[in-house]
T-cell receptor, first 118, second 115 residues
Framework: AQKVTQAQTEISVVEKEDVTLDCVYE???????LFWYKQPPSGELVFLIR??????QNEISGRYSWNFQKSTSSFNFTITASQVVDSAVYFC???????????????FGSGTQLTVLP | EAGVAQSPRYKIIEKRQSVAFWCNPI?????LYWYQQILGQGPKLLIQ????????DSQLPKDRFSAERLKGVDSTLKIQPAKLEDSAVYLC?????????????FGPGTRLLVL
């Protein structure tokens, strides 16, 4: 089973529409972190947000907002009034304590390609 | 503050050839990661360094891939010999200490095409 599932492979919206990108995760740990990254066509992964498992407050940053719900193991990302520059691949990722060793790798979902049309 | 630097940005080689990628992390970051991102997928960790020591290389195909971070700063990832399935983007990332939940900052990646 995948640890991070982004079921939406591609989404297209028209500029100024709101769009929500879904992320469902799986972990046995009580302490873990969730991340969202943006990957524009240039290829670099740009950090957007980090949330720890003990903080379920929703976060808003400008046009971006995040809804973390432990009950459904989801960490969804909403862009309000989308713009063409938001077109990119968005990745959700999980960082959890490993049972052995000290590796702190990020486990990524397969990404959602968002296209915002003018 | 300068970000993670990688070179080259693009590389095209034929199968069975060798190739090397270079990464310079953010200054002061002790932890360095190499990820492989195949088209249409999320990045997958190949190896993690803490200073000049390897923390995790369980997903590194050691028969053909090698990596080093001799002085605990910049790092080199090598593939020898390359296979067609190695075509991917190789991303380098760094974080301050490698602790749980630390944000990893990524470089622009090296796009490798093996013909």
């Amino acid at each position: 089973a995948q640890k991070v599932t982004q079921a939406q492979t591609e989404i297209s919206v028209v500029e100024k529409e709101d769009v929500t990108l879904d992320c469902v995760y799986e972990t046995r740990d009580t302490t873990y972190y969730l991340f969202w990254y943006k990957q524009p066509p240039s290829g670099e992964l740009v950090f957007l947000i980090r949330r720890n498992s003990f903080d379920e407050q929703n976060e808003i940053s400008g046009r971006y907002s995040w809804n973390f719900q432990k009950s459904t193991s989801s960490f969804n990302f909403t862009i309000t009034a989308s713009q063409v520059v938001d077109s990119a691949v968005y990745f959700c990722a999980l960082s959890e304590a490993e049972a052995s060793g000290s590796a702190r790798q990020l486990t990524f979902g397969s990404g959602t390609q968002l296209t915002v049309l003018p | 503050e300068a970000g993670v630097a990688q070179s080259p940005r693009y590389k095209i080689i034929e199968k069975r050839q060798s190739v090397a990628f270079w990464c310079n992390p953010i200054s002061g970051h002790a932890t360095l990661y190499w990820y492989q991102q195949i088209l249409g997928q999320g990045p997958k960790l190949l190896i993690q360094f803490q200073n000049n020591g390897v923390v995790d290389d369980s997903q590194l195909p050691k028969d053909r891939f090698s990596a080093e971070r001799l002085k605990g700063v910049d790092s080199t990832l090598k593939i020898q010999p390359a296979k067609l399935e190695d075509s991917a983007v190789y991303l380098c990332a760094s974080s301050l200490e490698g602790g749980l939940g630390e944000t990893q900052y990524f470089g622009p990646g090296t796009r490798l095409l093996v013909l």
